[in-house]
């Protein structure tokens, strides 16, 4: 990884920006958790995130990370008011680094953070991670960056970051640099108004292996053979992108997203990584029985075991019913 190209982007959008090192606090940040609904697997380049394809992804509107930022003696994290480990410090820190050596700031600072979701299993932390601490930073600084600048910024930290800066809108859509607020049209408009999400906890421990590091070797491995299963995902990726707009009920739209998902999953296992438990694939089987019986739901997965389902809000009772036939999960409305 070369931290050079990370500071190069930072100075693009840093440099001749006004800001100011006079605050003790920033304001607190909320920032949500996004679950991509067509994924975002593999990067045209590595060290600045940026992505093979488009992706676009739903924002809860509970579920993320708050995060405050004091000025200090000296650098340090609270994650959930305890100590974080080694790892974590030092990849906050080298990307607060970021700002601090391009605007040449030498100040020491403490960042209190929260999530409230398990951190690094899979649901998105880093994504509501770096956005709030993206945001709180601006604050900090007084740098007053546009939402663009801002998305840009959070995505050097986590590529998903730059989907969670639009904190108040629920779809977003990353093309390539920065990721941008994004509206569905006609039929859809009514039925993507109405989608609601649930997360399934079936693990809360950290994955062992990050998606930036499976990531890494699933494109590896696409590069020996280009018409391997990423190959497919990746030529597939660029058609649901398109069909996701254009269809016009929530069943294809559902089947569009699980599908995209699963050959994600199919992919990254080719490539000798699995992320899925024998429990991810009871839960696979228990939203296909849903479906079976009428109730139309789907499930997504991003790099870890735990499952998201997305379902229409009026559908909300009867999720909530089937539900409580799943034993040791905790159930995360979005
Ligand atoms: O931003 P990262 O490095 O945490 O990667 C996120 C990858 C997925 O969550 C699996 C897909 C996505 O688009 O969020």
Redesign the pocket.
Known sequence: MNLNNKENEFKKILNGKSFLNNKKKSKIFFAPI???LI???GKKDEDI?IPMTT?I?FSSRNLGTKTQIFLAKKDEIILNNLSVDKIFFNRVFEFINLFRNVLNIKCKLKIITYNNIPTAS?L?S??SGFAALTLALNDFFSLNLTPTELSELARIG????C?SIFTRQRFVIWYDRFAKPFEFKHELRKITKNMRAVVIVLDKKQKKI???KA?NITKMHWLKNKNNIYGKWLQQSKKDILSLKNVKNWKDFGEIIEKNSLL?HEAICEAGINYLSSKTFKILNFVSMCRKNGLFVYATI??GSNVVMVYQNGDEKKIKNALSNIKNAEILYF
């Open positions: 996004n679950i991509a994924k975002y697997w995130n992706s992804s899979g998105a880093s994504a986590s590529g998903s970051a989907r990050s998606s930036r990531m994600m991003d790099a």
